[in-house]
């Protein structure tokens, strides 16, 4: 396997939220738009997620796998019409989790894993 490359690193919380591995890039802790409406966070989530993917040259399109995190799993309703516009009939794998975040306004992230072709 090629050299592990920690892309993006926050050093306060020792942690990454890109790594590329191989043929794999891993991005964590995607989200955006903090304390607006569960729709606005979706959205928020995937431009950060969009953005992360492109400090490595990747796209939405190159997703396999998406774990998507709610405060309230009934948000879960609002998801499928914002992947549609997103990913253009190339969806990933996912599953949806709940979490008790952080910090209150804090509604939906995502981590994803993409396949770098």
């Known amino acids: 396997m090629s050299e592990i490359k920690r892309v993006e690193v926050d050093e ?16 964590g802790y995607c989200m955006g738009n903090e304390g607006q409406s ?18 490595v040259g990747l796209g939405l399109d190159s997703v396999v796998k998406m774990d998507c995190l709610f405060r309230d799993i009934n948000d879960l309703n609002y998801l499928s019409d914002i992947i549609k516009k997103h990913f253009n009939g190339k969806y ?7 979490s008790d975040f952080i910090r209150e306004g804090i509604r939906f992230q995502i981590d994803a894993i993409a396949y770098k072709r």
Not at 12 to 27: K, L, M, N, P, Q
Not at 38 to 52: D, H, M, S, V, Y
């Open 12 to 27: 306060f919380w020792a942690d990454s939220t890109i790594i590329e591995a191989g043929d794999y890039v891993f991005v």
């Open 38 to 55: 569960i729709e606005e966070q979706i959205e928020g989530a995937f431009t950060t997620l969009e953005n992360r993917l492109s400090m």
């Open 92 to 98: 990933p794998v996912r599953k949806a989790l709940t």
